[in-house]
Structure formats: C-alpha cells, structure tokens
C-alpha cells in the first residue's frame, strides 16, 4: 500500500512537471483574451518587446477613467475601462521599460497582463517579483495615457 501511494505521488509530479513544462510558453495572462491575435507565446511577446521603442514623442495625458490594479502575489495588472467607448489596439507599458501588446480593453471588463508577458527591448523579462512597478501607460490613439496605480488589497 505505501508503494501504491509513493507510485501514485510519483506519477502526480512527473505529470505536473511535464504540463509545467508545456506551458512556458503559453500566454498565462488571468484573464485570456478570445482574440485569436492576442493568444501569443512567451518568445512572441519577447519579439514584439525588441520591435518596439517608448514612444517619449506621443503626447502624454492622464487618464483617469482607466484603473490599473497590481496583484503582486499574482504576478499580474489588472485593467478595468470605465471610460466611454473599448479601446482598441492597446499597448502596455511600464516603468517606460517593458512592453506588451494587450489589444482590446472592453468597457467595464477586467483585463490581465501577466508579468511573464512584460519584456524590453534587449527582450529580458520583466521581474516576477517585489515591488518595482512605478509608472504605467498604455498608447492608443496616438496618445501615451498615464493611469493611476491602485494596490490590491
């Protein structure tokens, strides 16, 4: 019987580690988007990091109506759009250092950006943990829109 159950654990961690390792490359965003163009793998984001520079020439504004929320004990920031209209074509950028293309922000929805999906232009990866996120924007519509950073509870 103990056999049996060092068999069965045994089995779990082989099994676990082979999806683990499967999934590296997967989009871990907590909230998937249904576009098929936002599905994208690690090295994908990576690549669109290093095709990208910070725009610091598009006008800068705030935008209140935008809230960006910081789970660090989930590794994610969470957008909600309680503006007026979705958004679409939406970039992501933090700390004017790493990047991701997020695309659709809905209005009234939640949206997730996994820190896994943040790299820079040299396409290193953005930190999985600590607190070092300081400033968020998001370009579209030929803005830079500045939002405020809420902490999770």
């Known amino acids: 019987m103990i056999c049996a159950h060092k068999t069965i654990g045994l089995l779990t961690?082989?099994?676990?580690?082979?999806?683990?390792?499967d999934m590296q490359n997967v989009?871990?965003?907590t909230n998937p988007s249904t576009n098929p163009a936002e599905q994208k793998s690690r090295p994908s984001f990576a690549q669109y990091a290093a095709s990208?520079?910070?725009?610091a020439d598009l006008p800068k504004?705030?935008?209140?109506?935008?809230?960006?929320?910081?789970?660090y004990q989930l590794d994610v920031i969470n957008f909600v759009n309680f503006g007026e209209?979705?958004?679409?074509?939406?970039?992501?950028?933090?700390?004017?250092?790493?990047?991701?293309?997020?695309?659709?922000?809905?209005?009234?929805?939640?949206r997730g950006v996994n820190f896994h999906n943040l790299f820079d232009a040299a396409s290193q990866q953005a930190p999985s943990r600590g607190v070092w996120v300081?400033?968020?924007?998001?370009?579209?519509?030929?803005q830079m829109h500045s939002v405020r950073i809420h902490a999770a509870d």
């Open 27 to 29: 989009n871990p965003s």
């Open 85 to 110: 209209k979705d958004l679409s074509d939406v970039e992501v950028w933090v700390n004017e250092h790493y990047v991701t293309f997020l695309g659709a922000l809905p209005l009234k929805k939640q």
């Open 52 to 55: 990208r520079q910070y725009p």
């Open 134 to 142: 300081e400033k968020i924007e998001l370009n579209y519509d030929g």
């Open 13 to 21: 961690i082989l099994l676990l580690g082979g999806c683990a390792s």
């Open 61 to 71: 504004v705030d935008e209140p109506r935008i809230h960006a929320e910081v789970e």
